[in-house]
Antibody, heavy 116, light 107 residues
Framework: QVQLQQSGAELVKPGSSVKISCKASGYTFTSYDMHWIKQQPGNGLEWIGWIYPGNGNTKYNQKFNGKATLTADKSSSTAYMQLSSLTSEDSAVYFC?????????WGQGVMVTVSS | DIMLTQSPATLSVTPGESISLSCRASQSISTNLHWYQQKPNESPRVLIK???QTISGIPSRFSGSGSGTDFTLNINRVEPEDFSVYYC?????????FGSGTKLEIK
């Protein structure tokens, strides 16, 4: 069965960076986009972007250009998202989800807390 | 960006009632609209794809309709486990966007 296992919660300082992971299993990792979605506390869902692990192609929500960088390691079937220059506005739960147009499979989410 | 407006923001109902939730798009998105349920501290779960297509494993009391700019999620006879937040999501154009959600609560 398809599973997306995300890394653990992060407490990070303002101005720093963080890299979170999403390990896929139960399907051919290189055949599906991996999307990333942000959810701030008590708020709705915001699409960040996707990566196609087969060739490394990416597409970003313009709002997250320069904030998020998506990569993928085919050898370990793991997708990564790095968030840089963190501020309190980046405190949120971040989900990976197998794409394309809708999301039948989600990771459990990673809570990132930005605090000094 | 395509904006999705969900209404109402909160709906208070008694178990057993049948309800409709609305999602309105800022421009036509054909039937490229999907519905999710999210319970506290869980990931969203897809309920309906492409406005009205069923998803394997989802109870038949959930149904969807609409096209263009107006969409509806119907729940026939709400069960206690249905009290949660519901989101719509469009895949017609980039960036993909979600509605702000409707919270279904017990009256």
């Amino acid at each position: 069965q398809v599973q997306l296992q995300q890394s653990g919660a992060e407490l990070v300082k303002p101005g720093s960076s963080v890299k979170i992971s999403c390990k896929a299993s139960g399907y051919t990792f290189t055949s599906y986009d991996m999307h990333w979605i942000k959810q701030q506390p008590g708020n709705g869902l915001e699409w960040i972007g996707w990566i196609y692990p087969g060739n490394g192609n990416t597409k970003y929500n313009q709002k997250f250009n320069g904030k998020a960088t998506l990569t993928a390691d085919k050898s370990s079937s793991t997708a990564y998202m790095q968030l840089s220059s963190l501020t309190s506005e980046d405190s949120a739960v971040y989900f990976c989800a197998r794409g394309g147009t809708y999301y039948p499979y989600w990771g459990q989410g990673v809570m990132v807390t930005v605090s000094s | 960006d395509i904006m999705l407006t969900q209404s109402p923001a909160t709906l208070s109902v008694t178990p057993g009632e049948s309800i409709s939730l609305s999602c309105r798009a800022s421009q036509s998105i054909s039937t490229n609209l999907h519905w999710y349920q999210q319970k506290p501290n869980e990931s969203p779960r897809v309920l309906i794809k492409y406005a009205s297509q069923t998803i394997s494993g989802i109870p038949s009391r959930f149904s969807g309709s609409g096209s263009g700019t107006d969409f509806t999620l119907n729940i026939n006879r709400v069960e206690p486990e249905d009290f949660s937040v519901y989101y719509c999501q469009q895949s017609n154009s980039w960036p993909l966007t979600f509605g702000s959600g409707t919270k279904l609560e017990i009256k």
